[in-house]
């Protein structure tokens, strides 16, 4: 299992429309259940992520899983969000 997720690292992910969001950097693992929450993808599209931050995508949004990553969903666009005074 650990050679598996750790192949995972790395893959290219891109959106059910075929735009590219960036790379795999991590992952988030439920200890307890022994399973993958969700990718940690680090800089990310400018055009999906204001400022190509890292953004952690649930795993129930991953489609599939192979040579790259490919996404059943992801949001048109991902803004930073502003601080209420």
């Not at 795999?24 to 993958?36: A, E, K, Y």
């Not at 190509?52 to 129930?60: F, K, T």
């Amino acid at each position: 299992m650990l050679e598996e997720i750790s192949e995972l690292v790395g893959l290219q992910v891109y959106t059910h429309e075929g735009i590219f969001l960036g790379n795999v950097n991590n992952l988030v693992v439920d200890i307890d259940d022994s399973q993958v929450e969700g990718l940690f993808i680090g800089d990310t599209n400018p055009l999906l992520v204001e400022g190509s931050r890292a953004v952690s995508v649930p795993y129930r949004w991953i489609q599939s899983v192979g040579d790259i990553v490919i996404l059943r969903y992801f949001p048109k666009r991902v803004s930073l969000k502003k601080k209420a005074k």
